[in-house]
């Protein structure tokens, strides 16, 4: 049989001592402390005689269902300033004594909060808590149970609470309001997460190089990097990732889902952060600026490369022509020159590319899709470059300078062809006579005359 201990607890509604019988363990894999209590909470009359008692009432009831237990667990936990019966509480402000925050119901369960001693012990882990119940839930945990499931997507949760937070989902509730700047969330820890983009706070410090982050989670996942450890893997390719997200979206490449879709043109995504980026095109919006010449940029990635151009930093070398690039990608790129690969090909005419990019400009000629227009003269281009140089026309803007003579051109390839005259590089060789030329055209013109079909081939 289970024992029991009475204890004798003062009333503070009356000044006279109530006797309540505390089971000495609640059930299996929880037992109680009875020690340690500190000073100011051994005392429940001077404890609670600081709070509000507006009509001689006392405050801070709690329903037997949300403490959960035995209505005497609920009254005569040894270690807490005695419960009060909830059905006689009346459920007014009431502020705590020792952190002054006010509450409307439950001023007692948080009193509980302030006492580092947990009497709810987890057999399986280490972990206690102060309430049966919230070890109860956890114990969901090692079981695998998830008695809470969501009527709309049926997936399931340990604890109520979890179901409730995630139907917001579904609901589109939001009820937490930054006071910065007006933005809504789902969830209190989202709202804390984003309210560090105002303050700048960073709590979360990296210890093997010092690198902080606003949310935990972040850095969790950037440690990843010094331990190389990659949890998520996909089981269609084998492929690792460090975040459950990349893995989410790696695996739509496989499944062929772009869940996001452009409203504007009906361009669909994989990824929520590439439609992000692709409405900049829209909306026209670069927020990313460069602090050197306030080039602005649509991408932080583009920032970042584009800002090694005033570092001169070229940190990625090829290991066959010693060619340096300032991102890793363009190295990529160029490593394809080598080995001839050519992973992109054109559905509508079967051409191959080295890069994606270079195959969406291509697919442009099919399509003859010209997004970029001159706000100038209306013109429209296939490619932003293209249009680039074409503005140029009507700034007259000369940005490439010959360094052999004050010739200038509006367009890097010209600069190109023309320093040639002053080195005498003849890069475009005739496999049949073995001519050479600087440009690329001529050498097309000569093999039309000289070497085309019907020509005689030329005296020895």
Known sequence: ???????????????????????????????????????????????????????????????????????EDQLGHPRLPPLLDAHSLEKSPASCPKCNNSFKTALDVHVRSHIREHPFHCTLCDKSYIYK??????????????????????????????????????????????????????????????????????????????????????????????????????????????????????????????????????????????????????????????????KSFTQRQQLLRHQLIHTGEKMFACSDCGKSFRDKKELIIHQRVHTGEKPFTCTDCGKSFVSRPNLLKHQRVHTREKPFTCTDCGKSFSHRVTLTIHERIHTREMPFTCTHCPKAFNDKRYLTIHERIHTGEKPYKCDVCVKTFRQKHHLKTHQQVHHGPGVLPEAN
């Not at 509604?13 to 037992?31: D, E, K, M, N």
């Not at 209590?37 to 404890?47: D, I, K, R, S, V």
């Not at 804390?192 to 410090?205: C, D, G, L, W, Y």
Request: aromatic share 6%.
């Open 1 to 71: 049989m289970e024992q029991e201990e009475t204890l004798c607890l003062p009333d503070p509604r009356g000044g006279q001592q109530r006797h309540h019988s505390v089971p000495a363990a609640v059930g299996p894999g929880v037992q109680r402390e009875t020690k340690g209590l500190p000073e100011e909470l051994l005392a429940p009359t001077a404890l609670f005689q600081t709070m509000p008692n507006p009509g001689g009432r006392w405050q801070g009831g709690l329903s037997c269902d949300q403490l959960g237990g035995r209505k």
């Open 133 to 294: 119940q919230n070890l109860l839930t956890h114990q969901h945990v090692h079981s695998g149970e998830k008695p809470f499931a969501c009527s709309d997507c049926s997936k399931s949760f340990v604890s109520r609470r979890s179901l409730l937070r995630h139907q917001r989902v579904h609901t589109g509730e939001k009820p937490f309001t930054c006071t910065d700047c007006g933005k809504s969330f789902g969830f209190k820890n989202v709202l804390v997460n984003h309210q560090r983009i105002h303050t700048a706070e960073k709590p979360f410090s990296c210890t093997i190089c010092g690198k902080s982050f606003r949310e935990r989670t972040n850095l969790i996942s950037h440690q990843r990097i010094h331990t190389g450890e990659r949890p998520f893997t996909c089981t269609d390719c084998g492929k690792s990732f460090v975040q459950r997200q990349h893995l989410q979206s790696h695996q739509r490449i496989h499944t062929g889902e772009k869940p996001f879709t452009c409203s504007k043109c009906g361009k669909s995504f994989r990824e929520k952060k590439k439609l992000v980026i692709h409405q900049r095109i829209h909306t026209g919006e670069r927020p990313f600026t460069c602090t050197d010449c306030s």
